[in-house]
C-alpha cells in the first residue's frame, strides 16, 4: 500500500520560513518524480514544485521561484519543500504527490500524471 505522509506544516508570520517533509512508502516502483501542490481556500489546486528521484531535476511554478527549495533524500524516500520568505497568499494545504512513470524524464507541472497522494498538510502564514 502506497503512502505518502507529510509533515512541517504550521503557522509562520511574513517573512517566516518552514520545512515540509513528505515520507513515501510501499512504492514498489520509485518511479520519475515527486511533486508538491497547494490549494487554497476557494482556489484550485496548483503546481508549486518538483523533483526527480534520479537526477534531483526540479521545476518550480513561478510564484515560489527564489524563495522556495525542494530537495530529495533518496535513501529515506523522503522529499522536501524548504519554504522562505513567505507571504500571506502562500497560505493554503500543501499536498505532496508521486508519478511514478518510469518511462518519463522531466516534471510535469500538471495533477493528472501524479498517482498518489497525501493527506496534505495546513500551511498558515499571517500578515
Known amino acids: 500500500q502506497v503512502q505518502l505522509v507529510e509533515s512541517g506544516g504550521g503557522l509562520v508570520q511574513a517573512g517566516g520560513s518552514l520545512r515540509l517533509s513528505c515520507a513515501a512508502s510501499?512504492?514498489?516502483?520509485?518511479?520519475?518524480?515527486m511533486g508538491w501542490f497547494r490549494q487554497a481556500p476557494g482556489e484550485e489546486r496548483e503546481f508549486v514544485a518538483g523533483?526527480?528521484?534520479?537526477?534531483?531535476?526540479?521545476r518550480y511554478a513561478d510564484s515560489v521561484k527564489g524563495r522556495f527549495t525542494i530537495s530529495r533524500d533518496n535513501a529515506k524516500s523522503t522529499v522536501y519543500l524548504q519554504m522562505n520568505s513567505l507571504k500571506p497568499e502562500d497560505t493554503a494545504v500543501y499536498y505532496c504527490?508521486?508519478?511514478?512513470?518510469?518511462?518519463?524524464?522531466?516534471?510535469?507541472?500538471?495533477?493528472?500524471?501524479?498517482?498518489?497522494w497525501g493527506q496534505g498538510t495546513q500551511v498558515s502564514v499571517s500578515s
Open positions: 504527490a508521486a508519478d511514478v512513470d518510469r518511462y518519463r524524464d522531466y516534471v510535469l507541472n500538471v495533477q493528472w500524471v501524479y498517482d498518489y
Open positions: 510501499g512504492l514498489t516502483v520509485r518511479g520519475n518524480a
Open positions: 523533483i526527480r528521484w534520479s537526477s534531483g531535476t526540479t
